[in-house]
């Protein structure tokens, strides 16, 4: 179970002095390294999954006159098991628990609907409360045990009687054994009625009343695996247009596609990539350039990719290059031999847009993470750090020293704890609210309220 939640002040998106809050969560168990952080479209719920397979859902406070300082706190709302570890028979391999992406749906009544999936299952469940139980059952007495028909006399109408409000999780569907590989993205669909799941080779669109079918939209897999030279790494439906989707690729590619062009959508609609510069081309070339998230825009305009060192933004229109590129944490650029012995640099960091699109957040090392404003070109770099921080005080910037002279308030580039990193991170879709999970602790900051 989460800890008790700590309150602390830091800096706001910008780097300016305006003070956020945030609240911690720490989670004990290896189990509990967080696997993905996902918002709700109105931002008053948050998920999180976890390695150990549970999804844990935490609900905003409503605001108070009496204690407006808990404004935006989150709290615990429900907690559940979403996946149990699986045993694949035919192939002789464990499947973990392990959630891989969490996605909401719009709410359309008092009830809460969302997506998780490990590596092979996606589940749709239904989170709802309930504050009042019947009574007076004419068949059954209250413990629930059935009745002697011989002793029913009368005809009684049940009757609603109130009770302690309790939040229900129940699985809905269950879409099963479509995907031969891992699986890694899900995105639901503006239309709200389909959505589509993508593993390393195929993309699979999926109806939502239908479990037992779903309908493959690409297919990369050569007739001769020796031939493979990219994988599927993430996939995205566009936020408007039910019919156009974008996925990534372990070559740095992006491909847009038309479902309204063919059926299969092995043909791409557009085709987003940057030339290499030769000047910097190594051994690492091939494997920093792999995308490990692609996001599009609010608006629909842009596709935002990351890649091991940048952030960059692309522009619909402008398949040649991007229009923005922001480097993340290019100090690493000396020390690809290292992280490769130690495998960090197959780590698979996300990003983010804010509610405007006019500020980008992504993960690093040492529990650092960085945002980026569009219109001003300022950056800045924070830490998730329960160590470093006191209640009421300002979460001041990080920067980190290359070579020379290190300054007092500088951390050396040797002195990062790789162990330490965000790779997960969400952004509430109206206000200025983040969730940052490090490893086991979830982040929850929030701008100051003067």
Known sequence: APGRP????????????AAVTYIVFVF????????????????????????????VIFQREQESKNQPHRRGEYNVYST?????????????????????????????NAAYFLLSTNDKTVKLWKVSERDKRPEGYNLKDED?????????????????????????ATPRRVFANAHTYHINSISVNSDYE?????????????????????????????????????????????????????????????????????????????????PEDPSNRSFFSEIISSISDVKFSHSGRYIMTRDYLTVKVW?????????????????????????????????????????????????????????????TKRDVTLEASRENSKPRAILKPRKVCVGGKRRKDEISVDSLDFSKKILHTAWHPSENIIAVAATNNLYIFQDKVN
């Open 144 to 168: 629930g045990r059935l009745r002697d028909p011989s002793m029913i006399t009368v005809l009684r109408v049940p009757v609603l009687r109130p009770m302690d409000l309790m939040v229900e």
């Open 6 to 17: 700590g309150l602390v002040t830091g800096m706001d998106a910008c780097g300016s002095q």
């Open 80 to 108: 559940f098991q979403s996946h149990e570890p699986e045993f694949d028979y035919l192939k002789s391999l464990e499947i973990e628990e392990k959630i891989n992406k969490i996605r909401w749906l719009p709410q359309q």
């Open 315 to 375: 522009d619909l229109n402008m398949e040649n290059r991007p229009i923005e590129t922001y480097q993340v944490h290019d100090y690493l650029r000396s020390k690809l031999c290292s992280l490769y012995e130690n495998d960090c640099i197959f780590d698979k960091f996300e990003c983010v847009w804010n509610g405007s699109d006019s500020v980008i957040m992504t993960g690093s090392y040492n529990n650092f993470f960085r945002m980026f404003d569009r219109n």
């Open 194 to 274: 389909t959505y589509m799941s993508a593993d390393d080779l195929r993309i699979n669109l999926w109806n939502f009343e239908i479990t037992n079918q779903s309908f493959n939209i690409v297919d990369i897999k050569p007739a001769n695996m020796e031939e493979l030279t990219e994988v599927i790494t993430a996939a995205e439906f566009h936020p408007h247009h039910c019919n156009t989707f974008v996925y990534s690729s372990s070559k740095g590619t992006i491909r847009l596609c038309d479902m309204r062009t063919a059926a299969l959508c092995d043909r791409h609609a557009k085709f987003f990539e940057e």
């Open 28 to 55: 004990s168990l290896p189990a509990d390294i967080i696997s993905t952080v996902e918002f709700n479209h109105t931002g008053e719920l948050l998920a999180t999954g976890d390695k150990g397979g549970r999804v």
